[in-house]
């Protein structure tokens, strides 16, 4: 079966920096590729930081954001990139009230694979 054709699925195109959805109306948000997509524009902080918003309005507590993130290790080795540059660092921003899991890293062919799993906490909840 092609994916297409699945039940009860509908699938969308849009601008992840700016989705249709209505705030809190979302479960979970998969993403493999498309933050460090955005990260190559050129205010590639603004642009990520954007997109991360849009994420967090569109899930509802306790909603989960699977963030698949891939880069050529000799970027991230490399001593003289401020860490700070880093788009991935963006979800530790203290703005997005989320827990943060991270699984170690995957080192294939010179590419450093992470996934995170974000979740969005409920109102009375601090983020971790
Ligand atoms: C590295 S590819 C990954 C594609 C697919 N997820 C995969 O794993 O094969 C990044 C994708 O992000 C999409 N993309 C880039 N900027 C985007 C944006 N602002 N909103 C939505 N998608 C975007 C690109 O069109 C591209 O399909």
């Known amino acids: 079966m092609k994916p ?20 809190c109306s979302v479960e979970v948000v998969i993403d493999k590729g498309t933050l460090d997509s955005v990260a190559n524009l050129a205010d590639r902080k603004v642009e990520c930081k954007t997109m991360l918003r849009e994420v967090f309005r569109v899930l509802r507590p306790g909603g989960k954001y699977f963030l698949i993130t891939s880069c050529p290790l000799d970027a991230s080795d490399d001593e003289s990139e401020d860490e700070e540059d880093n788009h991935v660092q963006l979800v530790h921003d203290p703005e997005f009230k989320w827990k943060v899991v991270e699984s170690e890293a995957i080192q294939r062919n010179k590419v450093r694979h992470m996934l995170y799993i974000l979740i969005k906490a409920n109102c009375d909840e601090e983020s971790v």
């Open 4 to 23: 297409r054709e699945k039940p009860g699925c509908v699938y969308t195109v849009m601008d992840a920096r700016c989705f249709d959805h209505p705030d």
